[in-house]
DNA sequence: CGTCTCTTTGACAGCATTCAACGTGTGTGG
DNA sequence: CCACACACGTTGAATGCTGTCAAAGAGACG
């Protein structure tokens, strides 16, 4: 915990797929292997209540996993990247939706019975216990986030997971200020004051391409993040 | 998800072990088997960065695992009743401080290893990756509490998730205000004035012991619960 | 060049926190 | 048995952070 933020991207790279030359590229989309499928940007994987069949892994993109409240509020609840398994259940549905963030190519699996996984099947479950074990550290380290952190920290946060990710600086975000906003249960605008904030401390830069930000002052940043 | 809240408690009964009754039973405490230790109220059993050699089972009592940022500001991660197991970790490290709420009865396993548990550990290891399954879904629910909902939902939340376990509307909360509120991502005064204005809504009513609340109105509160 | 979407900025309101004081119940010691 | 201290909880007033509402800026695309 310490130190550490909650972790935002739960893999090495690729860093940001989704820009707009991929964008292009997967209108016309490659000939799939079999339970492979591409996404364009927010379309939707599953939806929340669907029947828990599969278990889903992204290839390429981002995919973000979210709940919608009765008067729209929205919850994202985490962000997968290439090489993330995610859509896993214990019961029967899915109790949030996925959707691609940008472009993506996701590919699926068949559930199989964890308590006895057959002996095809043990390769996937030994990697579906992992994966819910690493899901459930970054939810608690993002409930704390969540519970008890200002739109500073959890801004700053943030940028750090991100940058820790793709190793640089320079980030390109996937994804909009709306998903950053209901990922750290903020609105909007207030991500969007608090970066340029952050700006005229001179602790980042925004050039002009609105999903670059430049890191200038990663000790500060850190030391926001308590 | 939908209209469900962060379950806080995740097993059945007993209701609340804490009462002063088994405070002074406790002070006695009954000869323990091996591994079974007894904690007052506030006692530690682990802290945050100790070596995560064992998993814990609650036997009585009520467990909290929480984190305290360096300005003193706490989160609650989950509250842990009889039956509850906790302390699992992914890495060698315990990432929550655990302590007891009240009196508590506590037994402890040596942790062993889910990749290729041995015979005699298969059993624990079958209940430590269900528990981190539930965990992980609970910590989901609990995002969404703490991201999106405002302070009467979110007790609403806490107050109608704890009587479902007791399956009765008049519960005795086994936590101070304190412990609500660093549950729920507020403070004491806020806990307070909001258990206030639902007493004055005749949605609850709250005798003179403080820990005791009476649901008298259980489907107004499930309509704060969105 | 105009439209559409995303983002930024501004003004204002409101909810939750902060700071402070007061109750209330419990345990202790005179 | 009562006085007092202490922990816990409630209440009040004021501040402030974040949300809301509104409008303007900036790119992307046709």
């Known amino acids: 915990m310490q130190t550490t933020s909650a972790p935002l991207l ?5 860093p940001c797929l989704a820009g707009r030359v991929l964008d292009l590229g997967f209108r016309e989309p490659p000939k799939s292997p079999a339970g492979t499928r591409s996404f364009a940007k927010d379309d939707g994987i599953y939806a929340e209540g669907d029947p828990a069949t599969h278990y889903y ?4 993109g981002v995919v973000r996993t979210s709940t919608i409240l009765k008067d729209g509020r929205r919850q994202i609840d985490s962000f997968h990247v ?6 896993i259940e214990r019961g029967k549905k899915h109790r949030f939706s996925a959707e691609a963030v940008g472009a993506a190519v996701v ?3 068949r559930r199989c019975n964890l308590d006895a996984p057959s002996a095809r099947d043990w390769a996937l479950a030994t990697q579906v216990v992992a994966t819910a074990f690493e899901s459930l550290e970054r939810a608690q380290r993002h409930k704390v986030l969540l519970g008890r952190r200002s739109a500073t920290e959890k801004v700053a946060a943030f940028l750090l997971d991100f940058s820790d990710r793709v190793h640089l600086d320079s980030i390109e975000l996937p994804m909009s200020r709306i998903d950053i906003a209901d990922y750290l249960g903020l609105t909007i605008e207030t991500v969007s004051r608090t970066l340029t904030q952050l700006e005229r401390n001179a602790i980042i830069e925004l050039p002009t391409a609105r ?4 890191l200038r002052n990663k000790s500060a940043l850190k030391r926001l993040n308590s």
């Open 211 to 214: 999903r670059n930000i430049v």
């Open 82 to 87: 290439a090489g993330d398994l995610f859509g």
């Open 10 to 14: 739960s893999n090495a790279l690729p």
């Open 107 to 109: 590919m699926s699996f």
């Open 57 to 60: 892994k992204v290839l390429a």
